[in-house]
């Protein structure tokens, strides 16, 4: 083989192994990097160089919080009933080194840490405490998960009961009881609002029987008020006929006694006084059946003057 040849192939493999000797470490990702089987380096975000043959990365960890589901477990509350739940953990890897040499599995011994302390928890409370009492039960296991997995350079940030799955016997008996408080709800919601209505008609009865007691009142005081200013002007109309019949019995009197009017001017005169009664403010004129008896009266008072 010419020398030429062995030179090229020589300076291939060299530059494969410097380019096998540099990396990249992108971002939110952590590089171990081992020396002749140990640790040496935890590699962060940036461009780094390994010594050739002797040093290697051991594993890639991904630094972004992570989500785990873990399926439903069986456990049993404090008053003996069986039911299944399934949890949801957050996550993060906090010491890339911790995580890497601190346990076997993490994910494993995190899915198995969630139940058994899940099992712990719900073994000290009762069944209606179970189904209403997730936020304590998150905040517990949040707390012990946290601490437990501490040595492993993982940090839980939080805990989540997805499901909680009661025996079947018992969702029916909670149906039931749903169903039952739904239908007392809306008999209650009934009654109340027959309770409102019948307020509502009674009220409203109330406000009209006073409205219409108050119209009456206003309407005999009207007509006693009318009444009794009819009988006020009857009696100025009288009076005033009265007054004016007197007057004009006192003129023609008068008349006669100043001149000897005949009986035409007599008649005449005593039209013109009930003329004037009638312009006054009477309602009712007392008016002789016939003039004639007028004009009679004031010849006898003509005869009685000239005595």
């Not at 160089?49 to 069986?74: G, T, Y």
């Not at 405490?129 to 905040?139: A, C, V």
């Amino acid at each position: 083989m010419p020398t030429e040849v062995v030179i090229i192939i020589f300076a291939i493999l060299v530059l494969l192994i410097l380019a096998s000797c540099v990396r990249i470490v992108p971002q939110a990702n952590a590089y171990i990097l081992e020396r002749l089987g140990g640790y040496q380096a935890t590699w962060e975000v940036g461009l780094h160089l390994k010594m050739p043959l002797i040093d290697r990365v051991a594993k890639r960890v991904l630094l972004k919080e992570q989500v785990v589901d873990f399926p439903p477990q069986p456990v049993i509350t404090k008053d003996n009933v069986t039911m299944k739940i399934d949890t949801v953990v957050f996550f993060a890897i906090t010491d890339p080194k911790l995580y890497t040499y601190g346990v076997e599995s993490p994910l494993l011994a995190i899915e198995n840490l969630t139940a058994t302390t899940l099992r712990n928890i719900i073994g000290d409370l009762e069944l209606d405490e179970t189904l209403t009492s997730r936020e304590i039960i998150n905040t517990k296991m949040r707390q012990i998960l946290d601490e437990a997995t501490d040595p492993w350079g993982i940090k839980v940030t939080r805990v989540e009961l997805k499901n909680i799955i009661p025996p079947a016997a018992i969702q029916d008996a909670m149906e039931k009881q749903m169903k039952a408080e739904r239908e007392r709800r809306e008999s209650i919601l009934i009654a109340e609002g027959q309770k409102r209505s019948a307020i509502l008609v009674a009220e409203g009865n109330k406000e009209s029987a006073i409205l219409n007691a108050e119209g009456e009142k206003e309407s005999a005081i009207l007509r006693a008020e009318a009444k009794k200013e009819a009988i006020v002007r009857e009696a100025e109309g009288e009076a005033e006929a009265i007054f004016q019949i007197q007057k004009a019995r006192a003129e023609g009197i008068k008349f006669l006694k100043e001149s000897d009017p005949t009986p035409e001017i007599l008649q005449l005169r005593s039209m013109e006084a009930f003329e004037k009664a009638a312009d006054g403010k009477a309602t009712k004129i007392i008016i002789p059946s016939e003039i004639q008896g007028i004009a009679g009266l004031a010849r006898s008072l003509v005869e009685v003057i000239k005595d």
